[in-house]
T-cell receptor, first 114, second 109 residues
């Protein structure tokens, strides 16, 4: 399968715990995006990488959130000291720098903070 | 006001009906995207448009750049079309997507 892969698909955690999600983009894609989607809403942009460089971060990405893409391939999104408001679907997408930037999405990681 | 507005938010149709979902946007764009999201979360790209009209099977997407408006049409709707349809725009530079809130479509047999 050469699509965007996200792990885990589901995560239930207690408030205050740290969680980490992983995204494996399509192998030749140098752009990688993280989005967050709460129930009944469209996804919202969190952050963007071009290769290993994190070039843009949303104001939604508080100090408790950190994202990395150490070798320009897979990416991780960590949330520290989770809060109930962090419960959402976290979506990863990737695209090529060349062209119009059509993005391909992973299946998402659904986080529930209890 | 959101940068991308969709209507309607919810739509119930009988099998075979012609369906239209509308999207308007207020920012400069490099492209407009129509996406489909099924329960479980995965998002699939249906169309990417920068002008004119595209057709794929029973789906048709149009865009009017001057009016900053796009429509997604489904002809001869079927229960398997039931999903959330999301309009998004991408802007030049990072090409990040700005999403509408989605239209939840239910097609009844």
């Amino acid at each position: 399968d050469t699509g965007v892969s996200q792990n885990p698909r589901h995560k239930i955690t207690k408030r205050g715990q740290n969680v980490t999600f992983r995204c494996d983009p399509i192998s030749e894609h140098n752009r990688l995006y993280w989005y967050r989607q709460t129930l009944g809403q469209g996804p919202e942009f969190l952050t963007y990488f071009q290769n290993e460089a994190q070039l843009e971060k949303s104001r939604l990405l508080s100090d408790r959130f950190s994202a990395e893409r150490p070798k320009g391939s897979f990416s991780t999104l960590e949330i520290q000291r989770t809060e109930q408001g962090d419960s959402a679907m976290y979506l990863c997408a990737s695209s090529l720098v060349q062209g119009a930037g059509e993005a391909f999405f992973g299946q998402g990681t659904r986080l529930t903070v209890v | 006001k959101n940068e991308v507005e969709q209507s309607p938010q919810n739509l119930t149709a009988q099998e075979g009906e012609f369906i239209t979902i509308n999207c308007s946007y207020s920012v400069g764009i490099s492209a407009l995207h129509w996406l489909q999201q099924h329960p479980g979360g995965g998002i699939v790209s249906l169309f990417m448009l920068s002008s004119g009209k595209k057709k794929h099977g029973r789906l048709i997407a149009t865009i009017n750049i001057q009016e900053k408006h796009s429509s997604l049409h489904i002809t001869a709707s079927h229960p398997r079309d039931s999903a959330v349809y999301i309009c998004a725009v991408s802007t030049s530079g990072t090409y990040k997507y700005i999403f509408g809130t989605g239209t939840r479509l239910k097609v009844l047999a």
